[in-house]
């Protein structure tokens, strides 16, 4: 049977806690659970049980999960730390596995060696779910404007089915390694997918089923900052001489200026 009067009590003892860590008085507390001051009071004085529906609000406000708030003494040191940490480690997680543009050939060899993978640096990204991610380093300028260099972030497709024509994607294949292209899918040649460049000046072409290893759905890219044009010695030499040429015209404007 559950031990109501110890129920009753810890939870009461807990509210006091948890109210005090945040610094308001219990009249402020009162309001924000919508319930009076003296029914507070009572809670955590410990001469009332705390409704359900309270401590369901307190629950969700501190972010302390309901079994601890009747069963924990949260004034016990590391307890409620614990718990928080218990509670992030079983939520949902993002990984996401950066593949360098010097570890692709060897990802050709080790993309389903587990050891392989977990070597790889690993990051995360506020405008990302959830999620298993992989993200890769391109090269080459065959979808401009990505350009060479930058980093797409996707999630793996289980089923070339589940790819929409023209969906951008890495596609791992044996022969090619790793490309960053736009898919494309005929009816006619059910074996085979095509594969695209945005940039016209790269000709599509034809890939097996059986050739390719993975597939990653394209879902966020990475680009380098633009980086200012060097100027060379005889540029830095000719923009001089221009400089140079226009004061000299300015100075001779003036000179005839002044003579009239």
Known sequence: MLDHTLMASLAGKNIRILRQQKGLTQQAFADRLGIKRSLLGAYEEQRAEPRLDVLQKISEWFGVALEDLLWQD????GVRFRR???QAQQMPRQR???????AAAGYLQGYSDEEFIEELNTFTLPMLG???YRAFEISGDSMLPVESGSVVVGHRVERLEDVKNQQPCIV???QEGIV???IQKSNRQPQK???VSDNPAYPPYSVAKEDILEIWQADLIISRPA???RIGVEQLAEVVQQLQSRIDKLQRSSSVSRRG
């Open 96 to 102: 996401i596995e950066f593949v360098p543009q010097k």
């Open 193 to 195: 997918i095509t594969l």
């Open 84 to 86: 928080l940490k218990e």
């Open 74 to 77: 949260l004034s016990a040191p």
């Open 172 to 174: 791992v294949t044996r």
């Open 130 to 132: 959830a999620g298993h």
């Open 180 to 182: 960053y292209k736009r």
């Open 227 to 229: 980086q200012k044009p």
